[in-house]
């Protein structure tokens, strides 16, 4: 979204889906800024995992908001995962005026479970700085998604780890996304 561009450090998402194989893959990404012609390019590092997961990959999010009639189609920046639109950021950054920070992560559960979800909160250092008590979140079998907003509103200035904790039945996993807060 537009509101990214005067923001240092920030970042937005554009969603796609790729089918691969167990193992490790590169993919090369070209920006061009329409005004200016001017290119950036990065490479991306990705691995597939190697065997069913028991858990998604964790995606942070700047905003989170229900899939209703007239609002479904997600806008630029955002991707939609069921009955959310998520609008996702590889590594958000939060200031003292906008400290809410969502997650998504899917759960997939081979039977019908109630499963122990809570979040913490890492300094860069790995310090644990917030640790939330956990909730216990009903899963369907064959999974589901846990989701939510944090409000971070007081943590300094500075690099952090957002870590979702799911305790299954039989399985503990453990999913982190960096974030920055900013001053």
């Not at 001017?38 to 028991?54: D, G, K």
């Not at 997600?74 to 950021?89: D, F, N, Q, T």
Request: hydrophobic share 45%; glycine share 10%; aromatic share 6%.
């Amino acid at each position: 979204p537009a509101r990214f561009l005067a923001a240092a450090h920030s970042s937005t998402v554009e969603h796609f889906t790729l089918a691969a194989m167990p193992g490790a893959y590169t993919g090369d990404v070209t920006v061009r800024d329409s005004a200016t012609g001017r290119m950036a390019r990065q490479q991306l590092r990705m691995t597939s995992f190697l065997a069913v997961p028991a858990a998604s990959d964790l995606l942070l999010a700047t905003a989170l908001r229900p899939v209703s009639g007239a609002d479904s189609v997600p806008r630029s920046g955002e991707l939609r995962k069921g009955s959310v639109i998520i609008e996702a950021a590889e590594r958000p950054l939060l200031t003292p005026r906008q400290a809410q920070l969502g997650y998504y992560l899917e759960w997939y559960a081979q039977a019908a479970e109630t499963a122990a979800v809570s979040i913490r909160i890492a300094r860069g250092t790995g310090e644990r700085v917030v640790t939330t008590a956990a909730q216990q979140v009903p899963f369907a079998a064959g999974g589901g998604a846990t989701r939510g907003m944090v409000d971070l509103a007081g943590l300094p200035a500075g690099d952090y780890s957002f870590e979702v904790v799911v305790q299954g039945r039989d399985t503990v996993v453990t999913r982190q996304a960096p974030f920055r807060m900013g001053g």
